[in-house]
């Protein structure tokens, strides 16, 4: 019996067997068919998901490039500084919190309150401030307060040449000056990190990581002279409060380079106080602000007359009068609007005048008559040539092109514009032209970057661009008549001891949103030594008082002052030094 | 006749004594080596790891020290600059009494060459031409 039921048994024992044999063929039949998965099938993209949950990738910010100035002291450079952020959930006190953080970063206490209870995820407390500040707030170790390094972009000169040098924002983009005109060159290239971390946050040691360094920016030379740059700047300041102005602007020329060896202006503000400026000052007018020129215009008027052969030094100007009328009625006529009734500045006796003293008295009436002699065209060529009507093409963003307004129906726009009206030009242009009279009648486009130096200490120079304006004789002849502007003209003011210096005066009624007013713009444009000039110093006044209302009074004796420390720093010989 | 089987006669086998040989131990001295070599490879592993660790780490604290040592340095370059500035100079100048000269003379020093390429004798041309009537 049991016999029998054991021989029943046996097959259902059998069949079970070959159940869990085939469960456990087919359970090991899926694993290996998913080990095949795992590890030969989707491999990689499994590796490459195991390697992403360690790895991390971070951005490796460049170093901003430096600014120098032509000695190599730095104008502009990035430090590190920490920026101090909170997590809003994580703060226990917010009002205690923003109060002790207030304290240490000279922050407002309701401005960082308002902002720990704004609900936002992230805020910042503070911005880029001195790492021994951050770790003052460390060490406070306030619940939900944290820092991390970040670049701060510093102007150790401060106000001195701020309005060249611009300035860049808080993320370090530049946004004015050389800072924006050669931000794509200063802000280097991103590099990237990728290293492995665990769990924590924590990198872990030896582990495979790469890195793409970082190229730091370029770092840019420029053609500043600091100490020079700072004396035409408090030149500017003790001009303003000398004659009363509203601005001043000083630019300072190689004449042999066209390096801009200092482009001052006043008033001016602290790159890195610049919220506390009003914006007025930011902006650089020696490059971008126009004006008439008034009598300075007169060294191209007569340039074109020497050069183009109607005129030479000792050719005789007849009648000259101290009141010269161009459009018929004009001097009786009591409208604002109708021009074409030029008096010189003082009154005088109808005469005959050489071309030396048409230009040494600075008359209008006989500039005119020598005017009248060139064709108009000529006029309006040699304009042009000297760089009027057309930007400089200085390195440096937003200049003006200036304008040559000389309408062709206009028949008192000749007579003005040889006289420096319906002309408007920047100070730079001015000073450029006068460059090229310096320059023995070559033109050179004024630049401030002389030199670009990469990571690898490669330079990279500049040229500039070159024309000639006028023969080398005009240009001699020119500096003669200068000369005797400062020696025995309306420039006397101008002078430098020890040198012999040339230049002119400029005196220009202000043109304002209703026609011509009271108020004057008096400049003043010059070269040293005159034999061979190395200096050029162009110097505008804007609405000085009306004793100071002249050229001679409110600008030359700026010149002299910033001519000669120009002299002295590029330590050039003084005139009259024989071996 | 009937046949028969013819009863084999069986002859007992002689039995002798073999030498046999003696079960010999296996040689131990092999695996001992190669244990050994195993375990010292392996310390020797833990160690060199332990010891590339603990190098990457002072690599790292390096790096570190490094990084501060520039931002200090970039730090008193920036002190320097500042202080030479000429806005904070001057006025620190003209406190302790320091002037510019009001009157200049230039003087000739004897003995010392000066580079007159500077004066240009087409001048005299435009001297005389300047002094004409």
């Keep these: 019996m049991a016999a029998r039921r054991a021989a029943r048994a046996a097959p259902s024992v059998r069949s079970r067997l070959l159940v869990v044999g085939m469960a456990l063929v087919l359970a090991w039949a899926g694993l290996g068919y998913r080990l095949v998965q795992v590890q030969v099938v989707r491999a990689a993209e499994y590796a490459e998901r195991g390697l992403a949950q360690r790895l991390t990738r971070k951005t490796v910010a460049p170093t901003r490039g430096k600014i120098f100035d032509r000695n190599g002291d730095p104008l502009a450079m990035t430090v590190e500084a920490r920026s101090i952020y909170a997590i809003p959930d994580q703060v226990e006190d917010p009002l205690l919190t923003a109060q002790e953080v207030a304290i240490r970063t000279g922050g407002d206490t309701a401005d960082l309150l308002a902002a720990l209870e704004s609900g936002r995820n992230f805020v910042y407390l503070a911005r880029q401030v001195e790492l021994d500040v951050a770790q003052e707030v460390e060490a406070l170790d306030l619940a939900g307060v944290y820092s991390h390094p970040e670049a701060k972009r510093v102007y150790p000169a401060g106000t001195v040449a701020a309005q060249v040098v611009g300035v860049a924002d808080i993320d370090g983009n530049g946004i004015e000056g050389l800072e924006y005109a050669y931000d794509s060159a200063l802000r280097g290239t991103p590099g990237e990190l990728v290293l492995e971390q665990d769990p924590a946050g924590r990198v872990i040691p030896l582990a495979p990581r790469s890195i793409e360094p970082a190229i730091p920016g370029e770092d840019l030379v420029t053609s500043l002279d600091l100490p020079l740059q700072y004396t035409a700047q408090s030149t500017c300041a003790d001009t303003l409060e000398r004659t009363g102005a509203e601005q001043c602007w000083i630019v300072v020329l190689d004449a042999e380079t066209g390096e801009v060896l200092a482009m001052a202006g006043a008033p001016t503000y602290d790159p890195e106080l610049r919220r506390a400026s009003d914006g007025g000052s930011f902006s650089n007018f020696a490059v971008r602000d126009m004006y008439e020129p008034g009598s300075t215009q007169k060294l191209i008027t007569v340039s074109a007359a020497l050069d183009t052969g109607v005129a030479d030094l000792d050719t005789i100007i007849p009648d000259v009068a101290d009141t010269y009328e161009v459009t018929p009625g004009a001097c009786r006529s009591n409208e604002d609007d109708i021009y074409g009734c030029f008096r010189d500045f003082s009154p005088h006796e109808t005469r005959s005048m050489t071309v030396r003293e048409v230009f040494t008295i600075s008359s209008n009436v006989g500039t005119i008559k020598i005017q009248e002699r060139i064709p108009r065209d000529t006029l309006v060529e040699y304009m042009r040539r000297f760089g009027q009507g057309s930007p400089t093409g200085i390195d440096y963003p937003g200049e003006a092109p200036g304008a040559i307004g000389i309408d062709p129906g206009c028949s008192s726009c000749w007579a003005s514009a040889a006289i420096g009206y319906s002309v408007a030009v920047t100070p730079l242009q001015m000073a450029a032209a006068y460059a090229a009279i310096a320059n023995d009648g070559v033109w050179i486009q004024p630049h401030l970057v002389t030199g670009r130096i990469d990571v690898d200490g490669e330079v990279s120079t500049v040229t500039p661009e070159t024309r000639r304006v006028v023969s080398e004789r005009t240009a001699w002849v020119m500096r003669e008549l200068l000369a005797s502007v400062v020696a025995a003209g309306t420039g006397k003011a101008a002078s430098v001891p020890g040198y012999r210096v040339g230049g002119k005066t400029g005196t220009a009624d202000k043109y304002g949103p209703e026609g011509y007013t009271n108020q004057t713009i008096a400049s003043f444009v010059g070269m040293a030594p005159i034999d061979d000039p190395k200096i050029v110093v162009a110097v505008v006044v804007d609405s000085p008082a009306p004793e100071f209302s002249t050229g001679g009074r409110a600008a030359a004796p700026a010149f002299s002052v910033v001519m000669e420390a120009a002299l002295h720093r590029l330590g050039v010989t003084p005139d009259g030094i024989t071996g | ?133």
């Design chain 2, 1 to 133: 006749m009937t046949a028969r089987p013819v009863r084999s006669i069986t002859v007992p086998p002689r039995l002798r004594v073999l030498e046999g040989r003696r079960p010999r131990r296996r040689p131990i001295a092999p695996w001992m080596v190669f244990t050994l070599v195993v375990v010292v490879a392996f310390v020797g592993l833990a160690l060199a790891r332990t010891a590339l660790d603990r190098g990457a780490f002072e690599l790292a604290e390096l790096e570190a020290r490094i990084a501060q040592a520039e931002t200090e340095n970039t730090q008193l370059r920036l002190e320097i600059a500042r202080l030479e500035n000429p806005a904070r100079i001057a006025p620190l100048a003209e406190e302790l009494g320091f002037v510019y000269p009001t009157q200049r003379r230039p003087l000739l020093v004897s003995g010392v060459v000066v580079d007159m390429r500077d004066a240009d004798p087409r001048w005299i041309e435009i001297d005389r031409l300047a002094a004409a009537p």
